[in-house]
């Protein structure tokens, strides 16, 4: 089992930086894939960038050149640093990772508001 805690979300104005954290406790060695996550309230979460343990991040086209994944020396961190952020980015923030056993576990959400 893996915990996932979010921290970082607040308000911000358009043009903004926040930066999201992200504690996984547990089983965290087991972790292949670690991510961030979006919601509006009426529409399906959607994928926001991932990191595995190896391999290349990935990002939606929405955020890329913008958004930075990255993960702490110690992998039990996550972050989202966000830059240039826009009001679309509004959202609730979900960190996720999937263990090997393709098991995937959400944290409880952080809200990103970003005024215009």
């Known amino acids: 089992q893996v915990q996932l805690v979010e921290s970082g979300g607040g308000l911000v104005q358009a043009g903004g930086s926040l930066r999201l954290s992200c504690a996984a406790s547990?089983?965290?060695?087991?972790?292949?894939?670690m991510g961030w996550y979006r919601q509006v309230p009426g529409k399906q979460r959607e994928l926001v960038a991932t990191?595995?343990?190896?391999?290349?991040?990935t990002y939606a086209d929405s955020v890329k050149g913008r958004f930075t994944i990255s993960r702490g020396a110690a992998k039990n961190m996550l972050y989202l640093q966000m830059n240039s952020l826009k009001p679309e980015d509004t959202a609730v923030y979900y960190c996720?990772?999937?263990?090997?056993?393709?098991?995937?576990?959400w944290g409880q959400g952080t809200q990103v508001t970003v005024s215009s």
């Open positions: 547990g089983s965290t060695f087991t972790i292949a894939t």
């Open positions: 996720t990772a999937r263990d090997f056993r393709f098991a995937t576990y």
């Open positions: 990191i595995p343990r190896l391999g290349n991040t």
